[in-house]
């Protein structure tokens, strides 16, 4: 999707700020004891009640109106009657749709206590999304973001997910541009045109390069098994930079 003209930037905004709020409610919910399935809820009222749809519920039947990922489980993690435990690493990912156009966004969180490099590694994932945001700009290769992405997991001994990438975004969940890689792809030639929208997300990782499939037709897993965090925001690139629309209300 190209941006055209204010009312699509308006509605962008608008579900990007949906999204990002039903996020920041499960993250201030997010407790030892809680389910996954509790959790869900939550981020489900916070949608519905600002007249907005789960995009992977409405578009692919998801079993779920969030995607909750814990420990091993790297995306797709379907809410259940899964316990929040004290040391778990938590992913949460909100994507919906509202009068036609969707955002989508997601964190990964620490339930304390748990272990300083997975406090660091939750902190380094943060800071690799904004690697990558920093090169966003109309006119420049999306090679720059895998390029910066990689090169500061590298520098800091972490791994990238090599099969979960960006993705293009806005009248539909998912759409071109496809497959944007956050790692150096030098097959990557397409270029960031002025007010394209997509998604920037990085999976960090302590050891793993792929995401498998497990027991269910959803849930990836991390390969080989390993703590990884995910952050994504949905931007546009303009000729100033990106424009993050997935901001929460203060």
Same mark, same amino acid.
Not at 233 to 248: D, Q, S
């Given at each position: 999707? #190209? #941006?055209?003209?204010?009312?699509?930037?308006?509605?962008? $905004?608008?579900?990007?700020? /949906?999204?990002?709020?039903?996020? $920041?409610?499960?993250?201030?919910?997010?407790?030892?004891?809680?389910?996954?399935?509790?959790?869900?809820?939550?981020?489900?009222?916070?949608?519905?009640?600002?007249?907005?749809?789960?995009?992977?519920?409405?578009?692919?039947?998801?079993?779920?109106?969030?995607?909750?990922? !814990?420990?091993?489980?790297?995306?797709?993690?379907?809410?259940?009657?899964? #316990?929040?435990?004290?040391?778990?690493?938590?992913?949460?990912? !909100?994507?919906?749709?509202?009068?036609?156009?969707?955002?989508?966004?997601?964190?990964?969180?620490?339930?304390?206590?748990?272990?300083? $490099? /997975?406090?660091?590694?939750?902190?380094?994932?943060?800071?690799?999304?904004?690697?990558?945001?920093?090169?966003?700009?109309?006119?420049?290769?999306?090679?720059?973001? &895998?390029?910066?992405?990689?090169?500061?997991?590298? $520098?800091?001994?972490?791994?990238?997910?090599?099969?979960?990438?960006?993705?293009? /975004?806005?009248?539909?969940?998912?759409?071109?541009?496809?497959?944007?890689?956050?790692?150096?792809?030098?097959?990557?030639?397409?270029?960031?045109?002025?007010?394209?929208?997509?998604?920037?997300?990085?999976?960090?990782?302590?050891?793993?390069?792929?995401?498998? &499939? &497990?027991?269910?037709?959803?849930?990836?897993?991390?390969?080989?098994?390993?703590?990884? !965090?995910?952050?994504?925001?949905?931007?546009?690139?303009?000729?100033?930079?990106? !424009?993050?629309?997935?901001?929460?209300?203060?």
């Amino acid at each position: 999707m #190209i #941006i055209s003209n204010d009312d699509e930037l308006s509605k962008m $905004k608008d579900i990007g700020r /949906i999204c990002a709020n039903a996020l $920041k409610v499960m993250a201030a919910a997010l407790e030892p004891g809680i389910t996954t399935l509790e959790l869900d809820a939550i981020g489900r009222k916070v949608l519905e009640d600002a007249g907005a749809r789960s995009a992977p519920e409405t578009v692919y039947r998801f079993p779920g109106a969030t995607c909750i990922s !814990v420990n091993e489980e790297v995306a797709h993690g379907i809410p259940g009657p899964r #316990i929040i435990a004290a040391g778990d690493l938590v992913n949460l990912d !909100v994507s919906a749709e509202k009068d036609g156009f969707f955002s989508d966004t997601g964190a990964s969180f620490t339930v304390p206590p748990v272990k300083p $490099k /997975i406090e660091r590694l939750c902190r380094d994932g943060k800071r690799a999304l904004w690697v990558g945001l920093n090169q966003v700009r109309s006119d420049v290769p999306f090679l720059q973001i &895998g390029k910066a992405v990689g090169a500061f997991a590298a $520098k800091n001994r972490y791994t990238l997910i090599a099969n979960l990438a960006s993705h293009g /975004i806005g009248r539909s969940l998912h759409e071109e541009p496809a497959e944007v890689s956050t790692w150096a792809d030098p097959s990557e030639t397409r270029i960031m045109q002025d007010g394209l929208v997509f998604t920037v997300e990085p999976f960090l990782s302590l050891g793993a390069t792929w995401a498998e &499939g &497990g027991d269910d037709a959803w849930t990836l897993y991390s390969d080989p098994r390993a703590p990884t !965090v995910q952050f994504e925001h949905t931007v546009i690139a303009t000729r100033n930079g990106p !424009v993050i629309l997935t901001l929460a209300d203060d």
